[in-house]
């Protein structure tokens, strides 16, 4: 199955521009989260140019991305205020998700945090000095003080915790009403993945659980996580939740599930590959 917000094979991540700039270059512009796109959203396409400047915008910094399907690519931010060309509007990366195909959604993710990343490092945080960039990777550096600011990831752990042949399902406070998810929680310095969902089942529904099995992990810009999705089988207890973190959790079977996530989220592929693997279980046999 495609993985949306997977990195594709057509493209070639790079972060130092080619000497020689195209004449059509792919640009991904954003007014701080949202995406420069046409007026017309029937024809999802994104500005094809030299430069931003040829569509008459004015841009506070660019960088280039790489290769997506031999094109080079840059993003770019204008003013917070900067109003979109004429037949072009700024729109949230969400509202885009049925619109792009998932290498431009997966490029436009990687797009919008480098450029948050780029305009909140420009001094450093330890002395305030202003930082420049790097040539050799990714990353500013303070020339006073020698720190190295990397694009920021975070690290979220997600678990599917099943028990014969039901899956344990909780609704966050801010889930729409009948909504409900796997669980899922920041990692914390010091910790190892399986540490963490261990530690995170436990804290928010009282379980404790073994035979962790890695599934799948999945950049998610909103602002800069990076989901880490696991397997896992129940091992004691009974839930309890603290009513603020999870509203409710529950046992739900294989035949009498509630609504669930989205489909580009990864927590319902996790949820659809374990019920795919009870289901196959259920079958008599
Ligand atoms: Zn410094």
Request: some cysteine; charged content about 20%; aromatic content about 10%.
């Amino acid at each position: 199955m495609r993985m949306p917000f997977a990195q594709p094979e057509d493209y070639a991540p790079a972060f130092a521009a080619p000497a020689q700039p195209s004449e059509r270059a792919l640009w991904f512009v954003f007014r701080r989260t949202d995406l420069l796109v046409p007026a017309a959203p029937a024809q999802p396409a994104l500005p094809r140019a030299a430069h931003p400047s040829a569509l008459g915008l004015e841009v506070a910094q660019v960088q280039y991305l790489g290769l997506l399907g031999g094109e080079h690519c840059y993003a770019a931010e204008v003013h917070s205020e900067a109003p979109p060309p004429e037949g072009w509007s700024f729109q949230g990366l969400r509202t885009l998700f049925s619109l792009f195909d998932d290498a431009t959604l997966a490029l436009a993710g990687r797009a919008v945090q480098i450029i948050d990343w780029d305009r909140s490092h420009r001094y450093c945080g330890a002395c305030a000095t202003p930082t420049v960039v790097k040539t050799t990777e990714r990353s500013r550096e303070c020339p006073a003080c020698g720190i190295v600011f990397y694009p920021r990831l975070a690290p979220v752990v997600m678990c599917l915790v099943r028990r014969e042949l039901s899956i344990l399902l909780a609704r966050s406070p801010r889930f729409p009403q009948s909504t409900y998810s796997a669980l899922a929680g920041f990692v914390e310095p010091g910790e190892t993945l399986e540490q963490c969902v261990t530690r995170e089942v436990m804290e928010e529904v009282a379980i404790s659980v073994t035979k962790l099995r890695y599934f799948a992990s999945q950049p998610w810009p909103f602002p800069h996580s990076m989901m880490i999705a696991f397997h896992a089988d129940y091992a004691g207890g009974e839930i309890r939740v603290d009513g603020v973190e999870i509203a409710e959790a529950r046992w739900f079977s294989v035949d009498a599930l509630p609504n669930l996530p989205g489909k580009i989220s990864i927590a319902r592929r996790l949820i659809e590959s374990a019920l795919s693997e009870l289901r196959d279980a259920q079958i008599p046999g």
